[in-house]
């Protein structure tokens, strides 16, 4: 299966399982947290390597490693991972107003709300992969976009705005302005990302120093989507 093809409802289900089984460490991501993770990634301002941030998926240490099986399973793994990833990227390139955060539903006094926390922390833990890179946003005219995420994905708020996230309908309201806020995101940070790439070809033309093959590193961790999609 090549890796631009979107997961299907089963491999999904597959790395859901996967994901929490008692087989990856109990940091592990689940779906919803690695898709914010992934997402902050894909639409921040440089690029970051597939060896790098794959670690993290399984947790924040690096003995935080999964039980794979089998290579075969280990590749599979890793695979669909990567897939899962070009799903994101893909999306904001062709029709980022598209994009739909990976979150939870849930009932709450009869009404079905989404819960945005899980995604949020996956989002903030890709932030801290380069928490430096992201202060022009957040010095900005537009940081008001960040500040849904901020809230429900910090590990620390303000007292007086823990109310706007332990009410449900509040934080139900946090995670649609948040979705509405993402292309916005993907916007500030293009052409910043663009001109990073574009001077790394400039400054750096000798093959090898930024030709790590994320995918093939043979370091158990995934995401291997190749230098091409990892751009």
């Not at 709450?108 to 022009?136: K, V, Y």
């Not at 976009?145 to 007086?160: N, T, W």
């Not at 001077?199 to 995918?215: A, H, I, L, W």
Request: hydrophobic fraction near 35%; glycine fraction near 6%; charged fraction near 30%.
């Amino acid at each position: 299966m090549q890796l631009d093809q979107p997961l299907s409802e089963k491999e999904f289900d597959e790395l859901d399982n996967f994901l929490l089984s008692d087989r990856t460490p109990e940091d592990a991501m689940t779906m919803d947290m690695l898709h914010g993770y992934l997402t902050a990634i894909a639409i921040g301002p440089e690029p970051i390597m597939p060896a790098e941030w794959l670690k993290k998926v399984w947790g924040k240490e690096d003995t935080d490693v999964p039980q794979f099986k089998h290579e075969k399973e280990e590749q599979r793994i890793i695979h669909l991972i990567m897939r899962f990833m070009n799903e994101v990227l893909v999306t904001f390139e062709v029709a980022p107003k598209e994009f739909e955060p990976l979150f939870v539903e849930h009932e709450h006094e009869g009404q079905t709300l989404i819960n945005a926390e899980a995604w949020c922390w996956g989002f903030w833990e890709g932030m801290e992969l380069r928490p430096g890179s992201w202060d022009p946003i957040w010095d900005s005219e537009q940081s008001d976009l960040m500040r849904p995420i901020y809230l429900l994905g910090a590990d620390e708020i303000e007292e007086e705005e823990l109310p706007l996230v332990e009410d449900p309908v509040k934080a139900h309201k946090l995670a649609l302005e948040l979705e509405a806020n993402l292309p916005n995101i993907y916007k500030f940070w293009l052409p910043r990302r663009k001109a990073g790439v574009e001077t790394v070809k400039r400054e750096e033309p000798k093959v090898g120093r930024n030709d790590d093959c994320p995918c093939g590193s043979g370091k158990k961790y995934k995401k291997c989507h190749g230098a091409e999609s990892a751009e």
